[in-house]
T-cell receptor, first 114, second 116 residues
Framework: GNSVTQMEGPVTLSEEAFLTINCTYT??????LFWYVQYPGEGLQLLLK?????DKGSNKGFEATYRKETTSFHLEKGSVQVSDSAVYFC?????????????FGTGTRLKVLA | GAGVSQSPSNKVTEKGKDVELRCDPI?????LYWYRQSLGQGLEFLIY????????KSGLPSDRFSAERTGGSVSTLTIQRTQQEDSAVYLC??????????????FGPGTRLTVL
């Protein structure tokens, strides 16, 4: 079945450091891929998405490229800020089963130190 | 409304009691989803509504869980005879176009359920 694997956290970085959070997926069809972010005490918010191979999603300085050949959708940011501290979830949506539910990764907690 | 709303935000109940959780999706969104977020299991899909029908109930963990949606809008998730393992944050999401994997799901703030 479909699945998403994320790197284990927590990830602790200093402010202005480069961030990569790895995400790989397994899917039978042609999924859309998403990154959601959950700030402390808040709900899930869409960060970015990509709907087909080689698409790059970007938002708030974050980027991720849909790589079909490596079945990956790694999240990157060139210079993190303290305000980026949150839990990041990779997810896929694929409809061969007739539903478009999300399959989520386990989440990666990011802590950015000033 | 501007976003997905859920009520109550917190619910504490005793083992064996029934609870009802409510979701108000974004106006005009046809698709509605329930998920559960727990420490041990991460984020799990529970049920999907397209309009008032539920073509995918595969994530409901037992027959103690049920959900309905009326008028193509509000949805209620009911848990009967609650157990301690039901303690989790229950999330609702809605999306505009059912049957489209590219469509973004918008999440509510969740209901934190604690079963004592």
């Amino acid at each position: 079945g479909n699945s998403v694997t994320q790197m284990e956290g927590p990830v602790t970085l200093s402010e202005e450091a480069f961030l990569t959070i790895n995400c790989t997926y397994t899917a039978t069809g042609y999924p859309s891929l998403f990154w959601y972010v959950q700030y402390p005490g808040e709900g899930l918010q869409l960060l970015l998405k990509a709907t087909k191979a080689d698409d790059k999603g970007s938002n708030k300085g974050f980027e991720a490229t849909y790589r079909k050949e490596t079945t990956s959708f790694h999240l990157e940011k060139g210079s993190v800020q303290v305000s980026d501290s949150a839990v990041y979830f990779c997810a896929l949506s694929e409809g061969t089963s007739g539903t478009y539910k999300y399959i989520f990764g386990t989440g990666t907690r990011l802590k950015v130190l000033a | 409304g501007a976003g997905v709303s859920q009520s109550p935000s917190n619910k504490v109940t005793e083992k064996g009691k029934d609870v009802e959780l409510r979701c108000d999706p974004i106006s005009g969104h046809t698709a509605l989803y329930w998920y559960r977020q727990s420490l041990g299991q991460g984020l799990e899909f529970l049920i999907y509504f397209q309009g008032n029908s539920a073509p995918d109930k595969s994530g409901l963990p037992s027959d103690r869980f049920s959900a309905e949606r009326t008028g193509g809008s509000v949805s209620t998730l009911t848990i009967q005879r609650t157990q301690q393992e039901d303690s989790a944050v229950y999330l609702c999401a809605s999306s505009l176009v059912p049957g489209l994997s590219t469509d973004t799901q918008y999440f509510g703030p969740g209901t934190r359920l604690t079963v004592l």
